[in-house]
């Protein structure tokens, strides 16, 4: 019965700021890395940035010095601070948690949230 629930996307105009968030609930004994992910129309999920259990965070090249992730792991809850937002990244971003249970690892997955950005 865990599940991840995200929050923050919307409209934003170019250059403009948008920051997500995604909760974790339900049954989870602990988690691991967490990640934040989009998908553009026509086009492949990709990894936008990711962040380990002790706060190791890296970052596609993409959005390298204007999108920052964080997590609070008392809460466990990720974030996704974007600066400087572009036309071309107007995707659905989804959140990510390797979890793990008595029996293993499992990819926990967020239902998605909207991000435009266009003036």
């Known amino acids: 019965q865990a599940q991840l629930v995200e929050s923050g996307g919307g409209l934003v105009q170019p250059g403009g700021s948008l920051s997500l968030s995604c909760v974790a609930s339900?049954?989870?004994?602990?988690?691991?890395?967490m990640g934040w992910y989009r998908q553009a129309p026509g086009k492949q999920r990709e990894l936008v940035a990711s962040?380990?259990?002790?706060?190791?965070?890296k970052y596609a090249d993409s959005v390298k010095g204007r999108f920052t992730i964080s997590r609070d792991n008392d809460k466990n809850t990720v974030y996704l601070q974007m600066n400087s937002l572009k036309s071309e990244e107007t995707a659905v971003y989804y959140c990510n948690a390797v979890t793990v249970n008595k029996t293993g690892e499992y990819d926990l997955w967020g239902q998605g949230t909207q991000v435009t950005v266009s003036s």
């Open positions: 339900g049954s989870i004994f602990r988690i691991k890395d």
């Open positions: 962040i380990a259990s002790g706060g190791s965070a």
